[in-house]
């Protein structure tokens, strides 16, 4: 199994920007996708961005496309999520997550969030 790690939270004006990292611990992501998610208060869950580790494919929700970035450091086993022209709606918990690169699979594995505070 393999445990993701985030960290990188913390308070910014909006406009700012922020680099959360998502570590890998016990394995390495290689077979793995992973995937950010976030979750703001009374809200669901939704997601924001994923990557295929072994690919290099990338995917963004429509609301942060252009501002996000997600990316992937082989020799850290370290997923990062640039996140630019942060807005106060992106306040968000935000979790890493990652699962087996199969068809049907699921994102079994989450790590305990980091909090995404943007305001003024």
């Known amino acids: 199994q393999v445990q993701p790690v985030e960290s990188g939270g913390g308070l910014v004006q909006p406009g700012g920007s922020l680099r959360l990292s998502c570590a890998a611990s016990?394995?390495?992501?290689?077979?793995?996708?992973v995937a950010w998610f976030r979750q703001a208060p009374g809200e669901e869950r939704e997601f924001v961005a994923a990557?295929?580790?072994?690919?290099?494919?990338?995917y963004y929700a429509n609301s942060v496309k252009g501002r996000f970035t997600i990316s992937r450091d082989n020799a850290k086993n370290t997923v990062y999520l640039q996140m630019n022209s942060l807005k106060p709606e992106d306040t968000a918990v935000y979790y890493c997550?990652?699962?087996?690169?199969?068809?049907?699979?699921?994102?079994?594995?989450w790590g305990r969030g980091t909090q995404v505070t943007v305001s003024s």
């Open positions: 990557v295929r580790w072994s690919a290099g494919s990338t």
């Open positions: 997550a990652a699962r087996f690169d199969y068809t049907m699979s699921t994102y079994d594995y």
């Open positions: 016990g394995r390495t992501f290689s077979g793995y996708a």
